[in-house]
């Protein structure tokens, strides 16, 4: 259902930054502004950006094969990584390149009242990809933090929407200030300036998701405290059995390996002990449904 939950989010941001980048193109025709080009491009981006997502969503559900044994969970991360690098490239450095072409051979505007009525519009529309985000986000995570959420999340897809909404509303109210100063002082340096800050916005977004992509593509451990529990489901099935050395790793949204020793206490006859680890096992699914993948060894010699 969350997978579902993530694709229906992803689906919602790509409609509304479709629409917002189509208007804002218009808009920067319009009235010149580079501030407002700069959106255009960062939303275009973005529209692309949703497509890499899904492209990472569909190719993650692959099922096992014998060149991936453990799936291809991955796969989310590899393009959410894509995401991260348009945006710094496509989104952030257009818009500073943009800002600074504009101020060295800057441009009077024109109708800029076009160019703010559009930003105004952008913003009301982005705010409804927004919404959906939060709440999805809220009914994973109650009562967590987003940045605590974002740091420790799994789930990609959600938090590259999250991102690129919260940097969207934020270039979009860097843009509005810098269009109406221009507007009001007749100065268009104000409009170049607020390209270029759009820009860096983008950049800082995009570095805080490749260091984010980066220690998941690399082997993150999740956030959640499975030693603890699994040690007393062990408890539980082997009588003075115990966790010996734990390893957890986020292989793909929502999905966890977990490899395990564990001390055979009392139990002595190994078909019995084999037994005992697959009652583990079972619990463990049943506790943890995160948990696709995990490895039980018993230690003799511990």
Known sequence: ?????????????????????????????FSGSAALLAEAIHSLVDTANQVLLLIGHRAARQPPGERHPLGHGRESFFWSFLVAMLLFSLGGMAAIYEGVHKLRSPEPLSTPWVGLAIL????????????????EIRR???GVGLWTWFRRSSSVELAVVFMEDTAALAGLGVAVVALSAAWMTGNPSFDAAGSIAVGAVLVVVAVLLALKIKSLLIGQAPSEDYRSEIDALVAAEIPGGRVLRLAAI???VDEVMIAYKVHPGQLKDVAVLIEACNRVEAAVKARFPKVRWQFI??????
């Open 297 to 302: 060894e018993p230690d003799f010699e511990a």
């Open 1 to 29: 259902m969350s997978s579902a939950e993530s694709a229906r989010v992803v689906l919602v941001a790509f409609g509304a930054n479709l629409g917002i980048a189509f208007a804002k193109f218009v808009g920067a025709f």
């Open 120 to 135: 105004v519009v952008s913003i009301a529309l982005e705010c409804v990809s927004y919404r959906a985000c939060i709440k």
């Open 250 to 252: 986020i292989t793909g």
């Open 140 to 142: 994973r995570r109650p």
